[in-house]
């Protein structure tokens, strides 16, 4: 029997972020992308999410390749936990010079992990690995040196285009390869696999290049210094930031480490064009007068931890938000992110700044293709079949009933999940079994050691609080000896139900007097019972109690 290629997503489908993919044939395997997703507002304590490797370190001496389309996290992110952890450091990393290089910067934030066998390749060259000759196809996305894949495999060509739009202006890079697009098409492509994170709006995406004339506009009205927030990985924006200070006589001071990391590195391999005055040392920047000052900041997003947050909330530990302050935040919430930015925008307003965000002014526009692109991409390509990638579970659908008015059969488009695998064969493809998948949660040094049993108590701490019950028990005979002392955090207001927790004290003794139980365990879950139902009765509440036995004489 014939090997079929096979494609598995571990990440990205029915999500934004954490993109990953896998094709195999044989007994190769590559891997395409490794990133990481932004927790969710009801991911209590988590720093991050990353894919479920479970797959891969099943079947880690088959992977041949690790090839990264471009440089935002949620394409690299998860590398550090990848390499090393589950691949060997010497497994081959393909990507472009500026996604190499913030590859580089990632790992060096995890000590240990800095080991990396990177390939630096070109858009529009390829290399083999096993059966795949894997070609770089130019495209254009929100960062520069992004790219697209052509998969030549022994059933055919595979197109994965990674994020893209179509800009014909671009502010840094080449502009997208139609040529090759429409070559592979006409030769023919047995399967598109296409980014769908803007499959639900109509028209096409605006030009990098919109954005100047609304920072021409800021940069001339403001009287005071201008802070712009942005992604650090989204250099085109930051060039345009050094662009219009320059033109307005502002020096440009970074803050926050990735932002400071990652200009650095873009300036060292020529992504950034900065003359040697602009940017400046931040103290240096605030000894200067604020209408010559412009700062870039990360934490567009909201994110507690970043310089804006801190910046909103007053502890940064340099800048002081205040009134004549310009604040610009460069990007759109991503989904789950909606309320963090805007108590970050309300807390700064609150300082006497002036914000400005989208819709406000176009500030930002989106990095992905809208409908009338993905329309343009699927005409070039002309696939045999075709697998939307890259969105909610809305978004795959918007794009499939595209493809579907574009000509390709029904039955020839699959919207799947995380996990499923899809067999290719040279004239037939089909959804075949499930593969492990799932979100693996980050928080501080641990990795996957937090599950959904953790999360639902912190769900329950978070809505309900908690009440400890302290039961003396008798030491000689191990019987509970005495009402239970109640200590509750998050529940009540103590000096104001001080009666409550009498009661409860009393209804527990109630379960426990006179029981004859004696092991540990049976005590602590009656007490926990009596309370949980009295708390309920009372309060129609449910909080966390945890039993605990102590030893008392009687």
Do not use: C
């Given at each position: 029997m014939?090997?079929?290629?096979?494609a598995i997503?571990l990440?990205?489908?029915g999500e934004?972020?954490?993109n990953m993919?896998?094709?195999?044939y044989?007994n190769?395997?590559?891997?395409?992308?490794?990133g990481?997703?932004?927790?969710?507002h009801?991911?209590?304590?988590?720093?991050?999410?990353?894919p479920?490797?479970?797959?891969?370190?099943?079947?880690a001496?088959?992977v041949?390749a690790?090839?990264?389309?471009?440089g935002h996290e949620?394409?690299?992110?998860?590398l550090?936990?990848?390499?090393?952890?589950?691949?060997?450091?010497s497994?081959?990393?393909?990507?472009t010079?500026?996604a190499g290089?913030?590859?580089?910067?990632?790992?060096?934030?995890y000590?240990?992990?800095?080991?990396?066998?990177?390939?630096?390749i070109?858009?529009?060259?390829s290399?083999?690995?096993?059966?795949f000759?894997?070609?770089?196809?130019?495209?254009t996305?929100?960062?520069?040196?992004?790219?697209?894949?052509?998969l030549?495999?022994?059933?055919?060509?595979?197109?994965?285009?990674?994020?893209?739009?179509?800009?014909?202006?671009?502010v840094?890079g080449?502009?997208?390869g139609?040529?090759?697009?429409g070559?592979?098409?006409?030769q023919g492509?047995?399967?598109?696999?296409?980014d769908?994170?803007?499959a639900?709006?109509?028209?096409y995406?605006p030009?990098?290049?919109?954005?100047?004339?609304?920072?021409?506009?800021?940069?001339?009205?403001?009287?005071?210094?201008?802070?712009?927030?942005t992604?650090?990985?989204?250099?085109?924006?930051?060039?345009?930031?050094?662009d219009?200070?320059?033109q307005?006589g502002?020096?440009?001071?970074?803050?926050g480490?990735?932002?400071?990391?990652?200009?650095?590195?873009a300036r060292?391999?020529?992504?950034?064009?900065?003359?040697?005055?602009?940017?400046?040392?931040?103290?240096e920047?605030?000894?200067?007068?604020?209408?010559r000052?412009?700062?870039?900041?990360?934490?567009?997003q909201?994110?507690?931890?970043?310089?804006l947050?801190?910046?909103?909330?007053?502890?940064?530990?340099q800048?002081?938000?205040?009134?004549?302050?310009t604040?610009?935040i460069?990007?759109?919430?991503?989904p789950?992110?909606?309320?963090?930015?805007?108590?970050?925008?309300?807390?700064?307003?609150?300082?006497?700044?002036?914000?400005i965000?989208?819709?406000?002014?176009?500030?930002?526009?989106?990095?992905?293709?809208?409908?009338?692109?993905?329309?343009?991409?699927?005409?070039?390509i002309r696939?045999?079949?075709?697998?939307?990638?890259?969105?909610?579970l809305?978004?795959?659908?918007a794009h499939?009933?595209?493809?579907?008015?574009?000509g390709v059969?029904r039955e020839n488009?699959?919207?799947?999940?995380?996990?499923?695998?899809?067999e290719?064969?040279?004239d037939?493809?089909?959804?075949?079994?499930?593969a492990?998948?799932?979100?693996?949660?980050?928080?501080?040094?641990?990795?996957?050691d937090?599950?959904?049993?953790?999360?639902?108590?912190?769900e329950i701490l978070?809505?309900?609080?908690f009440?400890?019950?302290?039961?003396?028990v008798?030491?000689?005979?191990g019987?509970?000896?005495?009402?239970p002392?109640?200590?509750s955090?998050g529940f009540v207001?103590l000096r104001?139900?001080?009666?409550l927790?009498?009661?409860?004290?009393?209804?527990a003794w109630a379960?426990?007097?006179?029981?004859?139980?004696r092991?540990r365990?049976?005590?602590?879950?009656?007490?926990?019972?009596?309370?949980?139902?009295?708390?309920?009765?009372?309060?129609r509440?449910?909080?966390?109690v945890?039993?605990?036995?102590a030893?008392?004489?009687?």
């Amino acid at each position: 029997m014939a090997e079929k290629l096979r494609a598995i997503s571990l990440g990205g489908l029915g999500e934004i972020g954490k993109n990953m993919m896998l094709f195999e044939y044989g007994n190769t395997l590559l891997v395409v992308d490794a990133g990481i997703m932004f927790p969710e507002h009801d991911m209590l304590g988590i720093d991050l999410v990353i894919p479920d490797f479970t797959y891969l370190r099943q079947n880690a001496r088959r992977v041949a390749a690790v090839i990264i389309t471009h440089g935002h996290e949620d394409h690299i992110g998860a590398l550090p936990y990848l390499l090393n952890d589950v691949l060997p450091a010497s497994t081959p990393v393909y990507a472009t010079r500026l996604a190499g290089g913030l590859i580089q910067a990632k790992l060096a934030e995890y000590p240990g992990r800095e080991a990396l066998n990177l390939r630096r390749i070109l858009p529009g060259e390829s290399f083999t690995v096993g059966p795949f000759r894997v070609e770089f196809l130019a495209i254009t996305h929100s960062i520069p040196d992004g790219v697209g894949l052509a998969l030549h495999t022994p059933v055919g060509v595979v197109v994965h285009t990674g994020d893209f739009k179509f800009d014909y202006t671009p502010v840094r890079g080449g502009q997208p390869g139609f040529a090759r697009l429409g070559e592979l098409g006409a030769q023919g492509v047995l399967a598109l696999f296409s980014d769908s994170t803007g499959a639900e709006r109509a028209g096409y995406t605006p030009s990098e290049a919109v954005i100047e004339p609304a920072f021409d506009r800021i940069f001339r009205n403001a009287q005071g210094r201008i802070i712009v927030a942005t992604f650090a990985s989204l250099l085109s924006r930051v060039q345009q930031v050094f662009d219009a200070a320059q033109q307005h006589g502002r020096a440009v001071a970074v803050a926050g480490y990735s932002m400071v990391k990652t200009t650095e590195m873009a300036r060292e391999l020529g992504h950034l064009q900065v003359p040697p005055d602009l940017l400046i040392d931040l103290g240096e920047a605030l000894r200067l007068p604020d209408e010559r000052v412009v700062i870039i900041t990360t934490g567009s997003q909201g994110q507690p931890e970043a310089a804006l947050a801190r910046m909103a909330e007053g502890t940064h530990r340099q800048i002081e938000v205040k009134p004549g302050d310009t604040v610009v935040i460069s990007s759109t919430p991503i989904p789950g992110n909606e309320e963090g930015v805007a108590r970050v925008i309300n807390r700064l307003i609150a300082r006497g700044a002036e914000v400005i965000y989208p819709p406000l002014m176009p500030v930002h526009v989106s990095g992905h293709a809208s409908q009338e692109e993905l329309k343009l991409m699927l005409s070039l390509i002309r696939p045999r079949f075709f697998v939307p990638i890259h969105g909610e579970l809305r978004h795959l659908h918007a794009h499939a009933r595209l493809a579907e008015r574009l000509g390709v059969p029904r039955e020839n488009i699959f919207v799947v999940e995380n996990g499923v695998v899809l067999e290719f064969a040279r004239d037939t493809a089909q959804a075949a079994e499930r593969a492990p998948s799932g979100n693996v949660f980050v928080q501080g040094s641990g990795v996957g050691d937090i599950g959904p049993k953790v999360m639902a108590e912190r769900e329950i701490l978070a809505r309900d609080g908690f009440v400890i019950a302290v039961i003396p028990v008798n030491p000689d005979t191990g019987e509970p000896n005495g009402r239970p002392e109640l200590v509750s955090r998050g529940f009540v207001y103590l000096r104001e139900s001080g009666e409550l927790l009498d009661r409860a004290a009393e209804r527990a003794w109630a379960a426990l007097q006179g029981s004859g139980l004696r092991r540990r365990q049976a005590i602590i879950e009656r007490a926990q019972d009596a309370l949980s139902r009295f708390f309920y009765e009372e309060t129609r509440r449910r909080p966390m109690v945890v039993g605990v036995v102590a030893q008392r004489a009687g």
